[in-house]
């Protein structure tokens, strides 16, 4: 992978192509996943939301993953931080809005209730560790904790599972390790299209002469965040609403506990200077709260707000 990503980097001829093969990777990427996330939850009895949130919302972070850890690792902690903050509003905006044109994304009670929530405070814990030094002079201290705080959710929600399992015959497990291969195939085809489609996309605008910075804030939090809206589009395309919001859940909480606590074991990540941002991403998070619960349905007309509002963001980044 990391061999064809360089051969990108190096000419158009090769960026054009691998651009196209970047979203058949995707397309059939995501195709698998949601189908194999959905039938593993069937045999197994537990609710789809609750596999979604832990396995396809970590998984498809694996790009914010590796680019902000390892500009954490080069010393690039703008990046680092940047990515993530970014990359969590685009889940909330983009990729929840275009889901919900594609097809209106029903929201269960029980999200609003638990795993929602979590969300919400997880914010918040990045909100106030900005602003008394735990991400920066106690970037050691504060990445710590985040890590233990991603092992408690995780186990959190592992529990959960066991608890919604409901009674399956034997018979109705056949081929449950087929599915699970299913998810992971989907999780590493998501993945490689789209970091397939990030190089190949910057060597392409850097061949027509786009600005560094254009690049840097179009393509770095959005292109991270492909998985997560491959994967939200195509399961609200096929109805599946739990995979489509439980998708963007998990991915929000493991970018900044897992992956922030991660790239803050490193080097401070700057997060006082940056707070505005973190701000922004917090208000969002607090505003989605009224787009879920009134008529417990993300409308096409709520999507089309939530693209006005990125739309905005992206504005707000370019002239201030």
Known sequence: MRFLITLCMDSIYLAVPAFIIGI?????????????????AIKLGISSLIISVVVVGFGTSAPEFAISVGAAIQN?????????????IANLLLVLGIGAIINPIKIKKGVLKREYPIVINTTIVLFVFSIIGLLDKFHIVGGVIFLILSIVIIIYFIKRGKEEQIECEVNDRKGIWKN???I??????????????????????????IPSIVIALSMVAIGTSLPELVVSAMAAYRENDD??????????????????????????????????????LLGITFVMIPIFYFGKT?????????????SCFIWYIFFF
């Open 24 to 40: 058949l990777f995707l397309y059939k990427g995501s195709d698998i996943l949601v189908d194999g996330t959905s039938k593993t």
């Open 76 to 88: 690039q902690p703008d990046i680092s931080l940047g990515n993530i903050v970014g990359s969590c």
């Open 180 to 182: 699970i291969l299913f």
């Open 184 to 209: 992971i195939l989907g999780i590493v085809g998501v993945v490689a299209g789209a970091w397939l489609l990030i190089d190949s996309s910057i060597t392409i605008a850097e061949f027509f002469g």
């Open 243 to 280: 995979i489509a919001i439980g998708n963007v859940v998990g991915s929000n909480i493991f970018n900044i506990f897992l992956i922030l606590g991660f790239a803050a074991l490193f080097i401070p990540l700057n997060a006082f200077v940056s707070l505005d941002h973190i701000i922004i």
């Open 298 to 310: 993300i409308s096409r007309l709520k999507g089309v707000l939530l693209l006005i509002f990125y």
